[in-house]
Structures are given as C-alpha cells and as structure tokens.
C-alpha cells in the first residue's frame, strides 16, 4: 500500500511538472508568435522607409540633373555673351578709331 501510495504521489508531482512545463512551453510559444510579428512589423516599416528615402533620392538625382544641365545651359550662354561683348568692343574700338581719323 505504502508503494502504491508512493507512485500515486510520484504520479501526481509529475503531472503537475508536466502541467507546468506545458504552461511554459505555451507561454514561451506566444511571446515567440509575438516576437515575430513585431518584427515582421518592425520589417515593414523599414522597407517602407527605404522606399520612401530611394524615391527622395530619384527625386533629389533628377533635380540634380536638372540643375547641371541649367549650369551647362548657362555657361554656353556665357560663353555667347563674351564672345558677343568683344565682338562689340571690337566695333568700338574700330569706331573710335575712325572717330580719331575723322578729327
């Protein structure tokens, strides 16, 4: 009797262990579930973020296109305009020249 009393008392201190172990198990499982899902969130807003930044940077590399290309426009202009003024000083200088005759 005292045997089967012994095992009883074994027998239940082990379901209760086992119980326990379940309760962990199950709890460690959720917080796992949990964990994952902050991340796969945590993923999500990073690759929106990289998107967004990537788009910022198309838009940033096609302004800055724009601009060297406004540069380079300008600079032929420039160049137009100086070749334009000592083209003009050259008359200038031909009128004063005649001027100079001409007294």
Known sequence: QEKCNAMDALEAKMNEEIKTLQSTLEKTEYELETEKENQKEEQTCWDNTKSDLETQLNGLEGELAEAR??????EEKKAGLEGDKAGLEGELAEARSTIADLE
């Not at 290309?69 to 300008?74: E, G, N, P, R, V």
């Open 69 to 74: 290309s406004t540069i380079a426009d300008l």
